[in-house]
């Protein structure tokens, strides 16, 4: 393919592509079907209020409100009429919790946002397995309570422990003296007896 050949259809190309471009674009979905139903209104929120008024604090030099930027993901404490921000607080509404501040040349009014709670399902609890501990709820990282032991647990515990004490006590006596080898006798253990034929 000569030169000149391959720059007319690369900029044929480049002439289609705008034209199928444009139905793509308009065939997309308005919003994203994997956003909560709610999340378009809280968009067009977001864009008519570009700032939030997350927490008012009262203290000795009077209020100061955190002011959150949701677009630069950042907020700041601020005074009434504190310069050096992007925004100015104007006025403080104590009864409704709102304030008025002047951002980029507007005068906005923002509320106090407040949390939303969601419940969450609370699953049916499982069979208690058998012989395995049962979980039961406590402090965080504390684990499941073990169940008590059975009675042939306990038993044999018990044993166990008198058994230790019952060689601890052989051990403090001293120790036992080793027998003493009689000449010709053979180590180990005696032959047992061949019955005879019948």
């Known amino acids: ?19 199928l471009a444009a ?27 570009p700032l939030e008024l997350r927490g008012i604090l009262a203290d000795a030099g009077g209020y ?22 992007d925004f100015t607080v104007r006025t403080h509404d ?10 980029q040349g507007r005068v906005l009014t923002l509320p106090l946002r407040t949390a939303k709670v969601t419940g969450l ?17 406590g402090p965080m990282g504390a684990g499941p309570v073990p169940r008590p032991p059975t009675p042939e647990e306990t038993a044999r515990y018990n044993r166990a422990v008198e058994e230790i004490a019952r060689r601890r006590a052989l051990r403090e006596k001293g120790p036992m003296p080793m027998p003493i080898p009689t000449p010709g006798a053979t180590s180990g253990p005696m032959p047992m007896p061949v019955p005879p034929p019948k």
């Open 94 to 103: 104590v009864a409704r919790d709102t304030v008025t501040l002047d951002y």
């Open 1 to 19: 393919m000569t030169r000149s050949l391959r720059h007319a259809v690369f900029l044929a190309g480049l002439g289609v592509a705008p034209g």
């Open 23 to 49: 139905p793509a674009a308009v065939s997309l979905a308005p919003s994203s079907p994997f956003l909560p139903a709610d999340a378009a209104q809280a968009a067009g929120t977001a864009e008519a209020t």
């Open 121 to 137: 399902a609370v699953a049916q609890a499982a069979p208690e397995p058998a012989g395995g501990p049962r979980p039961t709820p």
């Open 64 to 85: 100061r409100f955190s002011i959150y930027d949701p677009a630069r993901h950042t907020g700041q404490w601020v005074r009434l009429n504190e310069p050096g921000h």
